[in-house]
């Protein structure tokens, strides 16, 4: 096995705060339980949550180390109990409920998938996060079939151009909302079909012209608050509204008796906290039936930035100021 050193550098706070409270620290090599794989950190994707959790408001689930990072990419270096001694040197990537900002991090075997040729370490750690959020929301709870319209709130995020791509590869017709024409631009670029500025249009307004008068099946929401009475008037009869994110407020008033006369469904989840057996399963689904896309170089995330690990409040300073396109890594 390859040597590994007891000690590692990671990004951690002593405190929630801004950007700054992100330093290196000195940290134990964590050791692989059963079913878990250790990973020499090549990259780790920068995500939302990283930074509601800096803040203080996303606690880590129970077991899960304080070093923040949801996602990695690098070598497998060490095996826990169980695991296929094939696995030792191999390149995966991982989704992980915490622990990727650093230099070794361990993942379940479960939720690990293996790095093909032609895909960089960097795109690799861009990937699960948003892959299986995505997957998820979009395919398991929007029930999304082809031939469907999708809105997406905040198209140019690592969720936004995710979904906007495998909403391509499935024969989905995908509508997003984006800040400036800048990113509605890029958003053409990365395959939406329509791109919606909501600072100088009306989302609402713009979605029945898109459609003629009709609305979209499915509505993938990371803004809640006051955007979710909207999002309804853009559904369809039938219409399914997945909320994965709460930026715009914890709480929202709708209109019932229009849930019940359009027989609209209401969902959402997150996944950090669900066990490594349902995380499992959805790796298993996402390898099946999306992974071949990246094996033969159709799906790529689209990439905004790297930093190094020791510049992580950098990385969270870019992310907060929302002119990124893509996702954001830190490079070890």
């Not at 984006?178 to 609402?204: L, P, R, W």
Request: proline share 7%.
């Amino acid at each position: 096995m390859p040597d590994v050193p007891d000690q590692m550098t990671a990004i951690d706070m002593d405190e929630p705060g801004g950007p700054e409270v992100l330093q290196p620290v000195t940290r134990p090599v964590p050791e692989p339980g059963p079913g878990y794989v250790l990973v020499r950190v090549a990259a780790a994707g920068v995500n939302r949550p990283d930074i509601v959790q800096r803040r203080g408001f996303y606690p880590p689930p129970p077991g899960a180390p304080s070093i923040p990072g949801l996602e990695i990419a690098g070598e497998v270096v060490r095996l826990g109990e169980g695991v296929d001694e094939a696995l030792i040197g191999q390149p995966v990537c991982a989704l992980v409920a915490g622990g990727g900002y650093a230099e070794y991090c361990a993942a379940p075997v479960a939720q690990c998938l293996p790095v093909p040729d032609g895909l960089s370490l960097a795109e690799a750690a861009a990937l699960p996060e948003t892959l299986f959020t995505v997957w998820h929301n979009l395919f398991e709870r929007a029930y999304a079939r082809e031939g469907e319209t999708v809105l997406v709130h905040g198209g140019t995020s690592g969720i936004g151009t995710m979904a906007i791509m495998l909403g391509r590869l499935f024969g989905l017709t995908v509508i997003v909302t984006c800040g400036s024409d800048e990113k509605c631009a890029a958003a053409g670029k990365v395959g939406a079909a329509h791109a919606i500025n909501y600072k100088t249009q009306d989302f609402v307004e713009e979605v029945r012209r898109i459609t003629d008068g009709a609305g979209v099946e499915i509505v993938i929401d990371m803004v809640a608050g006051d955007y979710v009475a909207r999002n309804l008037q853009c559904l369809k009869e039938d219409g399914r509204h997945v909320t994965i994110a709460v930026q715009g407020g914890l709480e929202a008033t709708i209109n019932m008796a229009q849930v019940m006369s359009r027989r609209l469904t209401l969902t959402g989840s997150t996944l950090r906290a669900r066990s490594v057996e349902f995380k499992g399963l959805l790796a298993d689904e996402i390898e099946r039936n999306a992974w071949p896309f990246v094996e033969q170089g159709k799906l790529r995330p689209v990439m905004d930035r790297s930093f190094p690990l020791a510049k992580a409040a950098a990385a969270h300073e870019r992310m907060e100021a929302g002119d990124h396109i893509g996702k954001i890594v830190l490079e070890v």
